[in-house]
């Protein structure tokens, strides 16, 4: 565990920015200290290069990233893209998360770790900043040899004058570049001079990792720190009435003190097992939520019963996107045909367990450490929770050991109820969430459904297409959706697709749901394309079009999609449909599915076979064109991992509740991909020169309905619900 130092330590290297020995030469020597980075109106964010880079004795760089590292390889990319301007080796940077303030704000005036953001919305501002420090570089190397600045460049790491041969060390100009301004054009390199940018560098992060160094939250400790386990109350909105044998736990082995909490109950003690097993040992009487409680989920809630809700919902819907008029072209159609599709709630089920240390300090701040993806969000909340100005609350945001927008939520994290309880106790209190209270406390991915209609004309082509998507998205969830309008996270993946189908109505018809709901892997993608590229070869099969040449055709007008298509035909040796004969003897087909999430684009084909009434997945090929590959390798890796939480989606998550609870409150219950069904994956990274895509969430939408596909293929038993473990196939007569 990591002993985290004293109070003035910490402010020292987290607010006071000197990260190195006393007396160290660092370009950030100069810089004020924690009001710098309050909130302020003046400041551009990502302009004030102090606030990002030191630059050590050695030449070595620290930077403060505006995003959060959760193994997408963010640090990495971020260390590329500055290293580039600043003409230092990538490997030289050390890269930790940069605390609140208005220097960070770099998406737009906000700042998160999510929605495959990072880099595209950074690239330009990164860039800039890295060229800033360059040009600050070469004006304290030009002031110190007393020549022209045109007269030097620079090589990794170092100024250099050709006429004199002499070299300076960027840690020796360090001092000197900061007592200057920042320059507002200095000059970008070349791309045709790029070293580093869309090279596959090494992650910086892969030793640490390897050998058991990185530190994640749950390792975090500090002096006088007290541990705490929660017992959350089975429902939302019920509250802890009354305690039957209190006075039997409060005499445990380690026990500090038993609390009472919104919505659970918390014992504090020496040690975490401690806690967990005192707390998980109260006998609690909760009392239900009173009528018309906000949030409070219903005794009688079921899985069951709100599928049966979204099914029963009336359209049209509130329009998203309208092209031309699909109800008469379904009037005037050869053939009318439909379906409705649903997925079910999901879990993040990710390995890291939530953990929070909360600590109230002599000079009236409070610091809490708290992985998240949005660290001013979260200290306005833990402000707000402690009643302190945002100002008074230092956070420090770990290394994520996953996310997938599980770390967005402050009501599926336990650092609220580190401040309430380090307030009652007056120590530091760490709080660890079992697997029991996550999986309990999880923002879900939301059930859906949808309702598609489709008209072919008489060579069976579309004309027309009609889809209702019923229920409710993230983002209206927790950004608020107008009464008039769609939430842009519940028709994702449906509208605007690429396909030259010339009449379309897309819309979508809000159902509250009364789970906790929040962003997941991919979003509205994650299920969406799966309803959408899963219907489209249904119409593909009711037209007599094989369902990659009918895709082929319907990109005829949009070169982009259709060369990605083409590209992951020749990966996976020319497309074949099937069924067909392996070279095992086995009967296999293939699927194909396209996806246009987060700006990318993505064509998925997967090749499956049947294993005792299940679908076996052999192979997944995927071509994805993000743009421009700002690191190659990164892509192919985040791919592959999307690739593994797509199948796991597609083949056994599901989230089910009954009598208003969790019906699984462990990995025993609920069911995530297993090594031996993950089949191997063939990557191919294709730049377009469109503008920068996402990366992190792109390669799952499209292999849910690649697979299903295949397996409608090698069946003729169209899955229009997930997971397909709840189907029993049977191999085609």
Same mark, same amino acid.
């Given at each position: ?48 290069? &102090? ?26 990319? =971020? ?19 940069? &605390? ?141 009435? +009354? ?8 005499? =445990? ?26 707390? #998980? ?116 945001? &770990? ?127 994650? =299920? ?29 007008? +949009? ?6 298509? #083409? ?65 190659? *390798? ?19 998550? #599901? ?8 019906? *699984? ?12 069904? =993950?089949?191997?994956?063939?990557? +191919? ?49």
């Amino acid at each position: 565990m990591k002993i985290l130092p004293e109070q003035g330590a910490i402010n020292l290297s987290r607010r006071g920015f000197l990260g190195t020995s006393v007396g160290a030469l660092v370009l950030a020597a100069g810089l004020p200290g924690a009001a710098a980075f309050a909130k302020d109106e003046a400041v551009k964010p990502g302009t004030r290069v &102090p606030a990002f880079l030191e630059i050590r004795p050695d030449g070595s760089v620290l930077l403060r990233s505006p995003f959060v590292e959760g193994g997408q390889g963010i640090a990495t990319a =971020m260390a590329q893209i500055v290293g580039e301007e600043l003409d230092v080796d990538p490997a030289l940077f050390t890269v930790e998360c940069a &605390p609140p303030g208005s220097d960070y704000l770099v998406i737009n005036g906000l700042r998160f770790t999510g929605g495959s953001l990072s880099v595209r919305s950074s690239y330009e501002i990164m860039r800039r900043l890295g060229a800033s420090a360059r040009q600050m570089l070469l004006q304290a190397a030009s002031a110190r040899l007393k020549v022209p600045v045109a007269s030097l460049s620079t090589v990794p790491g170092q100024v250099h004058h050709s006429a004199s041969n002499r070299t300076l060390g960027y840690g020796a100009l360090a001092a000197e570049a900061m007592a200057l301004p920042v320059p507002t054009d200095a000059p970008l390199r070349a791309e045709t001079d790029f070293r580093w940018i869309g090279k596959p560098v090494a992650r910086l992060d892969v030793r640490a990792k390897s050998t058991g160094k990185s530190v994640y939250a749950i390792d975090l400790a500090v002096d006088g720190m007290l541990q705490a386990a929660v017992q959350h109350a089975p429902r939302l909105g019920c509250q802890p009435e +009354k305690l039957d044998n209190e006075a039997a736990v409060r005499s =445990m082995p380690g026990v500090h003190s038993i609390h009472r909490l919104p919505g659970a109950v918390a014992v504090v003690a020496d040690r975490w097992w401690r806690a967990r097993r005192a707390v #998980e040992s109260l006998q609690v009487r909760w009392s239900d939520a009173a009528p018309g409680t906000r949030d409070a989920m219903p005794a009688d809630f079921s899985s069951q019963s709100m599928l049966a809700k979204l099914a029963a919902a009336p359209g049209p819907g509130i329009a998203a996107e309208k092209e031309g008029d699909s109800a008469a072209a379904l009037g005037a159609a050869s053939r009318v045909i439909e379906a409705t599709y649903d997925a079910p709630y999901l879990a993040h089920a990710q390995l890291e367990p939530p953990s929070a240390i909360a600590r109230f300090n002599a000079d009236g701040t409070l610091e809490v450490w708290v992985p998240n993806q949005a660290p001013d969000r979260f200290q306005r909340l833990a402000a707000d929770t402690a009643g302190l100005s945002p100002d008074k609350v230092i956070l420090h945001s &770990p290394m994520l050991g996953g996310f997938f927008g599980r770390h967005l939520h402050a009501p599926a994290n336990p650092f609220v109820q580190a401040i309430l309880l380090s307030k009652s106790v007056g120590r530091p209190v760490k709080v660890i969430w079992s697997r029991e209270e996550e999986f309990l406390r999880d923002a879900l991915r939301p059930m859906g459904l949808v309702r598609f209609r489709a008209g072919l004309d008489a060579q069976g082509l579309p004309v027309a297409l009609e889809a209702e998507a019923v229920g409710e998205g993230p983002f209206g969830r927790w950004a608020g959706r107008k009464p008039d309008a769609a939430d842009s996270s519940a028709v994702e993946g449906i509208k605007e697709k690429s396909y030259a189908i010339p009449n379309r109505r897309i819309a979508h018809v809000p159902v509250q749901h009364p789970a906790v709901i929040g962003y997941w892997r991919s979003v509205g993608h994650s =299920m969406n394309d799966f309803f959408y590229e899963s219907f489209l070869d249904e119409i593909a099969n009711a037209g007599g079009h094989d369902p990659f040449e009918l895709r082929l055709r319907l990109l005829a007008g +949009k070169p982009r999609q259709k060369s990605l298509l #083409e590209a992951v035909g020749a990966l996976s040796g020319g497309w074949k449909h099937g069924p067909f004969a392996a070279a095992d003897g086995s009967r296999r087909a293939r699927g194909v599915a396209m996806a246009s999430p987060f700006r990318s684009e993505v064509a998925t084909i997967a090749e499956v076979s049947l294993n005792g009434g299940t679908v076996a997945v052999h192979d997944v090929w995927v071509a994805i064109d993000p743009g421009r590959a700002i690191n190659p *390798a990164i892509i192919e890796s985040q791919v592959k991992s999307a690739v593994a939480l797509g199948l796991s989606s597609a083949l056994l998550e #599901e989230f089910v509740f009954g009598d208003g609870q969790p019906q *699984a409150r462990n990995f025993d219950g609920y069911s995530i991909l297993p090594p031996q069904l =993950m089949p191997r994956v063939h990557v +191919k990274v294709i730049e377009s020169g469109a503008a920068l895509g996402g990366v992190g969430e792109p390669g799952l939408p499209s292999v849910p309905p690649a697979v299903a596909n295949a397996a409608a293929a090698l069946t003729g038993q169209r899955v229009r619900t997930l997971p397909l473990s709840k189907t029993q196939f049977r191999a085609a007569g």
